[in-house]
Each structure stands twice: as C-alpha cells, then as structure tokens.
C-alpha cells in the first residue's frame, strides 16, 4: 500500500504519458527550427561570401582559352549551316504555296491557255514564259483592286479575289506545276560539224537535250493514246528530243511483223505526269506506241467531267508528243 501511494505520488507525478510527448513534441520543435534557421542563413551567406571571392586568370590562361574558341568555331560546319538554312528556306516557300480550290484552277488556267494561243506559231520557250509572267502580273493587279473593294469587270467573284491574290505572289513555279503547265526550256548548243564521212545525217542528231527537229511533230500538253512499243514505266530518257529519236529508231530497226513506233509519249514534269490508269508516273518517262490512226486522248487540259471523275488530276495535260512518219 505504501509502494502504491509512492509510485502515483512519486514517479508517476512526474513521469506521465501527456508530460513526456509534451517534452518530445518541444525537443522536435526545437531541432526543426535550429535546422530552419542554418538553411536560410546559408542560402543568403554563400553568395555574398563567393561574390567577395574573385578569382582572375592568368595571362597565359586567356590565351589558351581564346584559342581554343577560336578552334571551336573554325571546326564547325559552316557549308552544312548554310545548306540546313536554304532547306528551311525552300521548306517555307513550299509551305506559303496556296492551294486553290478546282473550280479558280480552272479559270487561270484557261485565261493562261488563251493567252499562250494569242502568241505566233513559232514562239519559242522564252516569249511564252513572258507571256505568262506578264499575264500572272495583270491579273495580281487586277485581283489586288478587287481586294480593295474598287469594282472590275473580272471573272472572278470579290469573295474568291483574297485567295486568288495570294496565290499568284507565292511561289509561281509551284503553282504552275499544280496546274499541269509546263513550258519547254530551249538550249542554245552550238553544234560541231565532226561527224564522219559517210555518216547519215539521222544519227548525227541523237544528243541528249537537243531542240527537237520538226519530224517529231512536237506538241506540249497532250497526249496520245495507242498500242505500246517500249513500256514507258522502264524505259526513262533525259529529254522529250531523246524519246522522240528512240521511237524514229524503233521504227527503223523493226523487224517484219514487229509495230513500228509511229507515237511518242514524254513526260517532262519534275513531279510527274497524271494517267487514267493506276501507274505512278514519274519524269522522264517515254512511252514508244503505235496506232494505225493516231488520235489523242487529251490536248491542252483535261475536261471538266474527267477532273469530276479524277479529282488528283492537273488542269492542263502535262505530257509533250508527237506523231512521226515511219
């Protein structure tokens, strides 16, 4: 009974439960503040005292250091930089090409066409890519004051005229391709008479990018159909002046019975040439064909119900042929 009352008046006075954690709780708060506290003294502490630390170098050092930036830029790859720039560049120009709905691509290309038939029979590349550098010029002028609110007598609506301006003062050439339209370039080659005697003026003439001679029949935009000699999806020429001369050697190396070339088929586009059927075809293709009566399938630019039925097709017939006598 005497141990009893000295434990509850003694040492458990003293030592309870709630007094303990009250001690732990305080020595916790304590140690937590103490910590606190170094942390924010060192965060305002070490950058005063490394900003009143300067460390200099030496002379030699610099130099060192100087020549070895001088090393680093020497090393880079300039002419990659440059070319990776231009990329970027043609990225762009590529990207600022607007696409036009079918039915305005069908317009401009038939004022272009009218304007091309306007010229004389024997103008050449340079006059007819005049011609329609001229006309895309009159008609951004044109549509820029149909922007501008000022009435014209023009065939395209005011709502259509923004698009159309911002098509013509992008990138011509690509738009150009998207309607099918090429312009054949004439190269001005001197030409060396050093043939052998003997030698048959025919054979003299097969080089690579001459001016076609007139019995090609030469006819941009259009195609013509028939029964294939040379398959054009294999058989690939450097210029509508070597196709043709490959079918005008056809037809005179044939064997009797074999078709003789009397039609060939070039395709001069960079991006290809569009077809009915379900090939890709791709530039440079030369198709050697024959037909007892030779007859096209298209001429200038394609139909308005053909384009309904083939949506990927261009407005003007990108292919260039002729009809040879054989």
Not at 44 to 53: A, E, I, Q
Not at 229 to 255: D, F, I, P
Request: glycine fraction near 4%; include cysteine.
């Amino acid at each position: 009974m005497a141990r009893r009352e000295w434990g509850h008046n003694g040492r458990g006075k003293w030592c309870s439960y709630k007094r303990t954690t009250l001690i732990v709780c305080s020595i916790n708060i304590f140690v937590a503040l103490y910590v606190l506290r170094n942390l924010y003294t060192s965060l305002y502490m070490y950058p005063f005292s490394d900003s009143d630390t300067s460390f200099r170098y030496a002379s030699d050092q610099i130099r060192k250091m100087e020549e070895s930036n001088q090393i680093r830029k020497a090393s880079e790859p300039t002419e990659l930089i440059k070319l990776v720039r231009q990329l970027k560049k043609d990225f762009l120009k590529e990207e600022r090409v607007v696409e036009l709905p079918q039915h305005l691509k069908q317009k401009l290309a038939d004022e272009i066409l009218v304007r091309l038939r306007s010229l004389n029979a024997g103008a050449n590349a340079t006059v007819q890519q005049e011609a329609v550098e001229s006309w895309r010029k009159e008609k951004l002028k044109k549509v820029k004051r149909l922007v501008r609110g000022k009435i014209l007598n023009s065939t395209i609506l005011p709502e259509e005229a923004g698009v159309v301006a911002r098509a013509l003062g992008s990138d011509w050439a690509k738009l150009l391709e998207n309607f099918g339209l090429w312009i054949p370039i004439k190269t001005n080659t001197k030409e060396h008479d050093d043939k052998p005697e003997g030698e048959e003026e025919f054979d003299s003439r097969i080089l690579p990018g001459r001016q076609l001679p007139l019995e090609c029949h030469a006819e941009v935009h259009t195609d013509y159909g028939g029964d294939a000699v040379r398959w054009g999806l294999t058989h690939h020429k450097e210029s509508a002046y070597e196709c043709c001369m490959a079918c005008l050697n056809q037809a005179k190396r044939a064997k009797p019975g074999e078709k003789r070339c009397n039609i060939w088929v070039y395709c001069p586009s960079e991006t290809g040439c569009h077809s009915p059927d379900i090939y890709e075809h791709k530039n440079q293709e030369c198709w050697l064909k024959y037909s007892e009566k030779p007859k096209s399938n298209f001429k200038d630019r394609y139909p308005e119900s053909y384009r309904n039925a083939h949506p990927k097709a261009p407005v003007i017939v990108p292919w260039v042929a002729g009809v040879v006598s054989v």
